[in-house]
């Protein structure tokens, strides 16, 4: 069982910064593959990041591309999201997720979700 913790969201002015975190129960941190997605109001959820469990792989959604890094800390168990040039339109709901040794970006093939944090971008 993994329990996932988000955090970091908030509000922030568009072209701005944010850093998400998402903290990681459970001795296997390093066995999971981590992503994050989101959701808006009346939108379905989408992906917007991974890293496999290794880390030698990342993922990027092409709305995020060269403006969101994903990384990972393995000695600390957390997953970071790095938002940079923030747009309204990245205003969502972002979750994390996490599922073992499977390298996806399909939200349907994750095992273990975390409750969200709201990141609203101000125009």
């Known amino acids: 069982q993994v329990q996932l913790v988000e955090s970091g969201g908030g509000l922030v002015q568009a072209g701005g910064f944010l850093r998400l975190s998402c903290a990681a129960s459970g001795r296997t941190f390093s066995s999971y593959t981590m992503g994050w997605f989101r959701q808006a109001p009346g939108k379905e959820r989408g992906f917007v990041a991974a890293?496999?469990?290794?880390?030698?792989?990342?993922y990027s959604g092409d709305s995020v591309k060269g403006r969101f890094t994903i990384s990972r800390d393995n000695n600390k168990n957390t997953v970071y999201l790095e938002m940079n040039s923030v747009k309204p339109e990245d205003t969502a709901v972002y979750y994390c997720a996490a599922v073992r040794m499977v390298a996806t970006t399909l939200a349907h093939e994750y095992e273990y979700w975390g409750q969200g944090t709201q990141v609203t971008v101000s125009s």
């Open positions: 890293i496999s469990w290794t880390g030698g792989s990342t």
